[in-house]
């Protein structure tokens, strides 16, 4: 059996819960086989998780030449265990870093690559969103090694616990790799709430909040149901929430079971960062925004009204 080279996604050793669900992924095209890239002594801290989703082999580089620069030494490795073990295909993670070392690691071995699939069959038939999200099709790579960019939330996943072989690879980064130094990392502030790219459910507010301080309307619902919270690009602009926190085509790709859009249009760049979500809700009051051509449930009215009456009904619920 093949292997399916994962790429695991962890901060500072703690494995992201995306990695368990490429895990799962890869399983069903193959034998498994997670790709640990971090600082010297982190992998120890993911060890056990790979092991408990599955992970038949690890590769491991510890090393602060796969961190310490921007996505060309990653690809480095990558494209290294591609010629070297001949996976069937490579799966990383939707997220900014991962989805610029994937690009790399297709262009160093010649091969296809799928962007943002929300489903992968076992001969690799992909379902995928293009055109920023407004047409989902079915592609397959036809030449080279699939590289295949996975939303987060696409796999529910399943542990099956193994004992990996680990494989150090040994690997020199070459100098053209180290063109970009990382300087400085800002971390962004907790809030309590889940990553909004792996969150289960997502509640995002727009320009219809009208103000800032009326996010913690939001916030209200998204604590509710232990949600992430999200922005349109209108409101992050405003400078009403952080711009970390905006869904989007130039903001984060989101595919939780439930994304909740208060006061949002649904305009196209909007979509593309939302539309995989498994049911989306809209609340606006105007019935002729775009949104309501793409939500599954559609709320009409004036959001200061509706909302705080869903926080109470599903409080209500609660009790
Ligand atoms: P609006 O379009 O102004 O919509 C506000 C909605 O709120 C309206 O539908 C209105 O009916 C409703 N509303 C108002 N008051 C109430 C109320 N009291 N109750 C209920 N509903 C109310 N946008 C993104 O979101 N993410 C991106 O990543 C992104 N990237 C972009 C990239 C490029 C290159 C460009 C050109 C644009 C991008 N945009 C992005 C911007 C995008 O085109 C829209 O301008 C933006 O999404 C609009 O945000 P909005 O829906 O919050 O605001």
Do not use: C
């Amino acid at each position: 059996m093949a292997e399916v080279l994962v790429l695991v996604e962890h901060a500072d050793g703690e494995p992201k819960k995306v990695t368990a669900e490429l895990l799962t992924l890869a399983r069903s095209l193959g034998e498994a086989a997670a790709v640990f890239l971090g600082a010297p002594g982190t992998y120890a801290k993911a060890k056990e998780y790979l092991a408990q989703y599955g992970a038949a082999r690890v590769y491991v580089v510890e090393s602060e030449d796969v961190v310490g620069y921007v996505g060309a030494p990653a690809a480095e490795v990558l494209a290294k265990l591609v010629a070297d073990a001949s996976p069937a295909a490579v799966l990383v993670a939707a997220t900014a870093d991962s989805r610029e070392i994937a690009a790399r690691v297709a262009a160093k071995t010649d091969s296809g690559l799928i962007w943002d699939a929300v489903a992968l069959t076992p001969d690799l038939v992909a379902t995928q969103g293009i055109f920023g999200g407004s047409t989902i099709v079915t592609s397959k790579v036809v030449k080279g090694v699939p590289v295949v960019v996975v939303r987060p939330n696409s796999t529910a996943p399943e542990a099956a616990p193994v004992t990996p072989s680990e494989q150090t690879v040994d690997i020199a980064i070459s100098d053209a790799a180290k063109g970009a130094k990382i300087v400085d990392r800002v971390v962004e502030a907790k809030s309590g709430r889940p990553d909004l790219t792996e969150a289960q459910v997502v509640v995002s507010g727009g320009r219809g909040l009208g103000a800032a301080e009326h996010f913690t309307l939001v916030e209200k619902l998204a604590d509710t149901l232990g949600a992430a919270v999200g922005a349109s690009r209108a409101a992050t602009d405003a400078g009403w929430y952080p711009h970390q926190n905006q869904v989007g085509q130039t903001g984060k790709t989101v595919s939780p079971q439930l994304y909740i859009a208060v006061g949002i249009s649904g305009a196209i760049q909007h979509r593309a960062g939302m539309q995989t979500s498994k049911t989306i809700v809209a609340i606006n009051k105007d019935p002729e925004a775009p949104i309501f051509e793409f939500a599954d449930y559609g709320l009409v009215g004036d959001l200061f009204n509706v909302v705080p009456q869903l926080i109470e009904a599903i409080e209500k619920r609660r009790a």
